[in-house]
């Protein structure tokens, strides 16, 4: 079984989850604070990453919540 990540991305209509190789959102929520407690939320319950994007797209942190045989040394906590 392949890993799908969970994504907080920048929305049209403000912020939203959405699951690796989805074709749509999964949630839409107004602010980057709750997409990203929804995406971690999610991201627990499936054993999963989630990434945290930046309103122009690009990746600005991410957290694993799964069995990482190799897991980062988080410098942030």
Do not use: C
């Not at 209509?13 to 929520?29: M, P, Q, S």
């Not at 407690?37 to 991410?62: C, L, N, P």
């Amino acid at each position: 079984m392949t890993k799908k990540d969970v994504h907080a991305v920048p929305h049209e209509d403000g912020w939203a989850t959405k699951k690796e190789g989805a074709g749509r959102a999964g949630v839409v929520v107004n602010t980057q604070k709750e997409a990203i407690e929804r995406a971690r939320d999610q991201a627990k319950r499936e054993h999963v990453e989630v990434v945290i994007h930046r309103r122009d797209g690009t990746i600005r942190d991410s957290d694993s919540y799964g069995n990482d045989p190799n897991p980062p040394k988080d410098k942030k906590h």
